[in-house]
C-alpha cells in the first residue's frame, strides 16, 4: 500500500505494510498554488519511492474534499480550488487512488493503530501549518451527508466582524501566527523557542491555545466525546505545556462540567498517521 499526505509545506509518502511505515521519503512543497506542478511532484515522489506495481495510493491532503468524486474542493494553504488530484494521479500511474481531507486521515490512522485504537469514537485536532478536525462516529468515519464533516479550523474563533482574522486556523496556526507576528519566515523551532521566552511570541500562542481551547469544548459539548486526540506539528514541538493551556480554558468552556471527564490523547503516530489512515482507505 502506498500513502501520501500532502500538507500545507510539506509532502510525506510512505509504503505501508501491516499497519506500520516501512519506507518513506520526506520532501518540501514546491510550488503551493499551481495544482499540476504539487500532483506531478506526488506522482514522481512515488514512484521513486516504489519499485514493485502500484495497485493503490491513498492521499491525504489538507483541505475540504470531495471523496466520491477526487476532487479537492479548496486547500487554503495550498491555493487549490475544485481541484482533480485523484483522477489526475490515477491517470498517470494507472492505479486506485483514495483521497481525503489530511487530519480525517490521520483520525483514521490513529483510530486503527495509534492513540485512538481502544475507542469506538474520537475528535482529532491536529495544529501545524494550518488546523484541521477529524471525526470518527461509533467506528466509522463521519463526513456527514456534505460530505466536509470534521471541519474545524475554519470554524469563526472571533465574533467582531471587522476583525481582520476571525477564523480559528488564521488565529491559531503555524500559518496564523506568522500573521500576527508578521514574521512571514517563522518556523515551528521558533515558536518553541520563544516560548516563555520571547514575550510576542508567548502571547499569541496562549492566545491560540486558549481559542483552540474553547473550539474543542464547542465540539465536546455538541457531540459529548470521550476522546480527543492531538497531532500536528506546533502540539508535538510545543508538548505539555501547550496542550496544558488548550486543556485548561477547555475544562472551563465544555459543558455539562460532567464532559470535564473527556480524555487528551497526544498523537502515537506522529506524521504517519496520515499516511496510514489514507492507505488503509485507498486499500479497502
Known sequence: MIGV???GTNLLVGTINNGKVIKRTHEEIKTSGNFELV???VCDAIQNLSDDKIDSVGISVAGSVDIENGIVLRAQNLDWDNAPLASYVSSKLQCKVVIENDVTSAAWGEFN???GKENSSIFAVWVGTGIGGGLILNNSIWRGPLGTGGEFGMGISEA????PARVLEALASRSGY???LNNSTL???DLANGFGNDEEITRVLTDGATRIGTAIANAITLLSLDTVVLGGGIIEALGQPYIDLIR?????DVFPPHCRQCKFRITELGPDAGLLGAALLAST
Do not use: K, M, V
Request: charged share 25%; net charge negative.
Open 113 to 115: 493503530f495509534g492513540a
Open 248 to 252: 485548561s480554558q477547555f475544562d472551563i
Open 39 to 41: 500532483a506531478q511532484q
Open 178 to 180: 506568522r500573521d500576527l
Open 160 to 163: 467582531n466582524p471587522e476583525a
Open 5 to 7: 499526505d500532502i500538507g
Open 187 to 189: 518556523h515551528t523551532d
